[in-house]
């Protein structure tokens, strides 16, 4: 497969179970190894590089199920977004991330485990949008999310995008994230690109009836 991302750009993937989304994210990320092509983030090849020199890099990603670390607060949970930064920068990033995710403002010394669900998604995106990333990878964010959550998950994601101008690559079955952001979406079927475009375009080829029967 093959398609580009420019930096402040939302890219929705959209796919069933089992179309290659997740594996894509994580071959990105450098979790998952490359056997061809190449892999480039702001102009650098990073094939070569492992998960970690990725992440110094600016390669951010929320992996699906959250993955938090339960019995950490909130706080620590988003610090280790930021491993190599001092306590100042922490600090600040943090309050940056409270005028994204207000909900998360009187729960930074709980634990991460005492969340709701929808609380603990918003700390695990929250952490992935610590210091400041080239690109977020988010596998699945509003999954098992009320709607009034998904709902707040899209504006603050709107608010990185715009304001951040950080560039966030979103693995979806979730029709209303590619509603929220219909300028650019990649449906894959099979492992493969089926259709880049906008929302518009997939409808009118029938591409979104590959995913959404």
């Known amino acids: ?15 069933r179970n089992g179309s290659g989304k997740t594996t894509l994210l994580n071959t990105i990320a450098g979790l998952l190894r490359s056997v061809s ?8 090849r990073v094939n070569e590089m492992d998960c970690a020199e990725r992440v110094r890099s600016g390669v951010h990603i929320a992996l699906e199920g959250r993955q938090l670390f ?40 709980e634990r991460a485990a005492f969340l709701s669900g929808g609380q603990q998604t918003m700390v695990s995106v929250a952490r992935a949008l ?3 990333p080239a690109i977020v990878l988010l596998d699945e964010p509003t999954l098992g999310l009320a709607p009034q959550n998904a709902q707040r998950l899209i504006e603050a994601l709107r608010s990185v995008c715009t304001e951040r101008h950080i560039t966030v690559l979103v693995a ?13 979406v990649i449906v894959l079927v099979g492992g493969e690109v089926s259709f880049e475009g906008s929302l518009t375009q997939a409808a009118s080829e029938g591409k979104l009836s590959q995913i959404f029967p």
């Open 130 to 132: 610590m210091g400041d």
């Open 70 to 109: 339960g019995r950490l607060s909130v706080r620590r949970n988003l610090a280790l977004g930021m491993f190599k930064s001092r306590r100042h920068q922490i600090e600040e990033d943090v309050t940056k991330i409270l005028s994204i995710f207000p909900d998360l403002g009187d729960k930074l010394d």
């Open 172 to 184: 979806e079955q979730n029709g209303l994230i590619a509603r929220a952001f219909p300028s650019h």
């Open 37 to 44: 092509g190449d892999i480039y983030i702001q102009g650098r």
């Open 1 to 15: 497969m093959s398609f580009q991302a420019v930096q402040g750009e939302l890219v929705v993937l959209l796919g």
